[in-house]
């Protein structure tokens, strides 16, 4: 081996003893700058722990949420109070009314009909009530003179029979050559005609004299007849309403909603034909048992909508209702009877939207899935 060759092999190994020691120092400082990764991670999740368990403890845990929630609001139905074919309709679905606007008509040509009938009859019962005042006014003066006639009557029939009992009784004690049988006849004739003539004057005296009864008989028809006003009154009234109830009007602002009638309808009183939404919604939340405990009026509340998931509304607990939904239902459980399966109830709890509805909007639809976050104090 020359002494180049040496130098050569000599100057190889310092060059690999160089490299070796330049890898090692580059692993401790890869090892040093993953050791201080490793620290900042662990330091950052210890740090995003106590964070989370801050918020949870101090913040979210007297929060209490649901997924059975959903928009609510009020529904006027709007039925037919008459029967008729629809002639007139004026709205369309999803269309704004105001309160008072004309929604639709039925035909009214037999209840304008029914509404000159009954006028008709309040101006006959008016004439009849005229008529019998009349009469009843007059009666206070003709019962009592009537008395007064058959009276005088009855006085001047038995004046006339005595007077006729006097000539018969002298036709009967005259001799007979002074009278003849023909006056004692004729006599006799006259007093059985005065004896009639008495009784007939009794008779019309007898019914002369209910004089008070025959002014309330007279009183007593007036009565009747303004009995008989009040009735064709009432059923002119009616008549009116009946006609007015052709014309169907909003009773409310609001929007248009289930329309199912058309032009040409035949409507019946009863039958539900749209119904109108106002603008005032609010969430109806329902709640398990377990979960209403701390949960009071005014509480904030922090309502997503699913379906508008960019709108962040801000609410808080109206009322919580008394009582859960199966008490409520048509057919409550009984669990005095039978055996009894323990069941977690839901109540249902009223939440109002205070903030977050963008100004000039509609409102939110009825029945849209709600997530409402009731913050407990």
Same mark, same amino acid.
């Given at each position: ?20 020691? *330049? ?35 101090? &913040? ?20 037919? !109070? ?22 639709? %008509? ?10 000159? &009938? ?5 101006? &006959? ?53 002074? *009278? ?14 005065? $004896?009639?003539?008495?009784? %007939?004057? !009794?008779?019309?005296? *007898? ?30 009234? $009616? ?35 749209? %119904? ?23 509480? &904030? ?77």
């Amino acid at each position: 081996m020359t002494q180049a060759d040496k130098i050569q092999e000599e100057g190889g190994a310092l060059y690999s003893m160089d490299a070796l020691a *330049t890898e090692g120092d580059a692993d401790k400082k890869l090892q040093k700058k993953n050791w201080r990764l490793n620290a900042v991670l662990i330091v950052f999740l210890v740090i995003l722990t106590v964070f989370l368990l801050y918020h949870y403890f101090y &913040k979210s845990r007297n929060d209490v949420t649901t997924e059975d929630a959903y928009t609510a609001g009020r529904k006027h139905a709007i039925s037919s !109070q008459v029967s008729g074919y629809v002639t007139q309709l004026l709205v369309d679905d999803n269309q704004f009314v105001y309160r008072g606007d004309l929604l639709l %008509s039925v035909d009214h040509s037999d209840y304008v009909v029914a509404f000159n &009938k009954a006028r008709a009859s309040v101006l &006959k019962a008016e004439a009849n009530i005229k008529a019998f005042r009349m009469i009843a006014e007059i009666s206070h003066k003709t019962f009592p003179g009537r008395l007064r006639v058959a009276e005088g009557s009855l006085q001047i029939a038995e004046a006339q029979l005595m007077r006729a009992k006097a000539d018969y009784r002298r036709q009967l004690t005259v001799m007979r050559e002074g *009278t003849s049988q023909q006056d004692i006849d004729h006599a006799r004739t006259a007093l059985e005609e005065a $004896q009639a003539r008495v009784a %007939s004057a !009794q008779g019309d005296v *007898t019914q002369a004299e209910p004089v008070e009864s025959n002014l309330e008989n007279a009183a007593a028809h007036v009565s009747q007849e303004e009995a008989a006003l009040v009735e064709a009154k009432a059923d002119l009234e $009616q008549a009116e309403i009946n006609l007015a109830r052709t014309h169907i009007r909003a009773p409310c602002d609001g929007w248009v909603s289930q329309r199912n009638v058309e032009v040409g309808n035949f409507v019946k009183p009863g039958q539900q034909m749209m %119904s109108i939404v106002p603008s005032e919604v609010w969430i109806v939340a329902n709640y398990k048992e377990t979960q209403i405990q701390g949960m009071k009026p005014g509480q &904030k509340v922090d309502i997503s909508i699913n379906a508008f998931p960019e709108l962040r509304l801000q609410g808080h607990v109206d009322s919580i209702q008394l009582g859960s939904g199966e008490s409520f239902s048509t057919f409550p459980p009984e669990n005095a009877t039978g055996n009894f399966v323990k069941i977690v109830q839901r109540i249902p709890v009223k939440i109002r939207i205070d903030t977050g509805l963008p100004l000039n909007s509609r409102p939110l639809p009825l029945g849209l899935s709600v997530e409402p976050v009731v913050h407990i104090e």
